[in-house]
């Protein structure tokens, strides 16, 4: 199988490459569009800011190859976020497949910390890609309310979107490379749509 992943200014991307690569996989990390295009299945992860994520991927026209995609993409983490309309870190317009906006956590108590890290239950659950219940690895500040296009949900101050889905892009906010056997399945099971 032939796999991509998005190279772009956004860390986490090696510990991706190692899942893969722990499923048999050895994945293309690229920024280049036509092996992006030809690939079976495009992995979009990453860490860090969405602004200038956004910049990088806009100067290379990638927002628009990853926007057009047929085949089955999923968003991890930052990823996830660039993948909705908007984003309020960095107050950026993104690539816009998900029409839902990107929000700050905003604690209202002492013991709410920013950003939410750590295990955390997915519940709500309307994808096979998941299993009810089951935890898995979350670090982050901004999260995507839930909405239509929710598939997962977490509970960190507030419901948020665990996960996403729409067409042949699915998302997720959480890290599953980082998630152990539970993270394990869903790759193996979003490599077998």
């Given amino acids: 199988m032939n796999v991509a992943i998005v190279k772009y200014n956004a860390g986490n991307i090696f510990s991706v490459v190692n899942a893969l690569r722990r499923l048999g996989i050895e994945p293309a990390l690229t920024d280049d569009a036509e092996q992006l295009k030809k690939a079976d299945r495009v992995l ?8 200038g994520a956004m910049e990088y991927l806009k100067a290379r026209r990638l927002d628009e190859v990853i926007r ?14 660039l993948l909705c309309r908007h ?16 929000k700050r956590f905003s604690p209202t108590r002492h013991e709410e910390k920013v950003p939410c890290m750590g295990w955390n239950k997915l519940y709500d659950t309307k994808s096979p890609l998941f299993v009810e219940d089951s935890y898995v690895y979350f670090v982050h500040s901004y999260y995507v309310p839930v909405c239509d296009d929710t598939i997962a949900t977490a509970n960190y101050i507030l419901p948020y ?15 599953p490379e ?11 099971k979003f490599l077998e749509i």
């Fill in 44 to 51: 979009f992860p990453g860490q860090g800011e969405a602004r």
């Fill in 68 to 81: 057009d995609l047929q085949q089955p993409v999923l968003g991890i983490c930052v990823g996830q976020q």
């Fill in 87 to 102: 984003s309020e870190e960095g107050d950026v317009d993104c690539i816009g497949v998900f029409d839902t906006e990107v």
């Fill in 161 to 175: 979107s665990a996960a996403l889905q729409k067409r042949n892009f699915y998302a997720c906010q959480f890290h």
């Fill in 178 to 188: 980082k998630s152990g056997r539970v993270g394990e399945q869903i790759i193996q």
